[in-house]
């Protein structure tokens, strides 16, 4: 059950078998010593998620505890709440869910390194959310599927095709939230393979941001993504949580993808993410992700 054990009682539970863990022995409402946050950080990067349960973190403890991680980043066209700084709010009222595999902001090209989300309220159903590995999603493919991923490059945009708010009843929320997530609009190409900068895997850049690849039509460049893309959403490459209030995720953003299922009705659901900043990605071959279009 335990795969760490520290005279401090840190220690993680696995979560599954590719991806995730539950740390035990942090209440991350109190200030962390330097053997907790190096903890953190390590496991982190050794297991994709990791969830702490019961938490209860306000918006300036969970401020505090996205800095063990790096330095927090306010969205690039959502503005945050009200009294906080770099909050993203995911306020769900009438079906409304990120319902599609996605790394978070990869529109720009130094998106987040991780994602620390805390849940407020839960539905009495669904809610859950799921993350899949992208570093053992790349060593799954068979290696005529690795030699093209190694040198595609991808290109990706906040103006995206996508109908992750299909499950929504309000229609007009929808688009006030989809003008302002457009107010500034973004274009970015990533290696589709990127080295991680601590772990040295190989990862793969997709998700829903991706409107093409480089070189490709844009029938083929679909055709393509759908297939790498299988590698990383197959079930086997997943894990579920299932929220409850005061639980914390926090998440490796360079090695994973996730997906919050619209499967609680018109129930309410409630969370608040900080992103910290992160590195721009850099291909096998030593280029770095770039812009292709900016504000």
């Known amino acids: 059950m335990s795969e760490t054990l520290t005279k401090s009682r840190l220690y993680t539970e696995k979560a599954g078998a590719r991806l995730g863990a539950v740390v035990h022995g942090i209440d991350t409402r109190q200030p962390r010593d330097e053997e907790q946050k190096d903890f953190l950080r390590k496991e982190l990067v050794r297991n994709k998620v990791i969830f702490l349960k019961k938490q209860f973190l306000d918006d300036a403890q969970h401020e505090a505890l996205s800095r063990v991680f790096g330095e927090p980043i306010l969205h690039p066209t959502i503005a945050a709440p009200e009294g906080t700084k770099y909050t993203f709010e995911l306020k769900s009222r009438h079906g409304r869910s990120t319902d599609s595999w996605h790394t978070d902001v990869t529109f720009v090209p130094d998106y987040p390194k991780a994602s620390i989300l805390r849940a407020i309220h839960i539905p009495p159903y669904g809610g859950g959310t799921i993350w899949a590995n992208t570093a053992t ?48 609009l973004f274009v970015t190409e990533h290696p589709v393979v990127r080295v991680h ?25 679909r055709a393509l993504v759908e297939i790498l893309q299988g590698y990383i959403t197959q079930v086997e490459n997943t894990v579920t949580w299932r929220w409850e209030e005061g639980d914390v995720a926090i998440w490796d953003n360079r090695a ?30 030593g280029r770095q992700s770039r812009f292709v279009s900016r504000p």
């Open 197 to 221: 900068p601590e772990s040295g895997e190989r990862t793969l850049v997709l998700g829903h941001f991706i409107i093409g690849l480089d070189g490709f039509p844009t029938c083929e460049a």
């Open 256 to 285: 994973t993808q996730h997906y919050a299922p619209a499967d609680f009705d018109q129930q309410r659901r409630e969370l608040r993410r900080i992103t910290v900043k992160g590195d721009v990605p850099v291909s096998l071959d």
């Open 137 to 184: 999603a790349y060593d799954d493919l068979p290696q005529p599927l690795k030699n093209f991923a190694d040198t595609a490059w991808g290109i990706h945009s906040n103006d995206y095709d996508t109908n992750y708010y299909k499950f929504d009843g309000k229609k007009g929320e929808i688009a006030a939230f989809r003008a302002e997530f457009l107010s500034k």
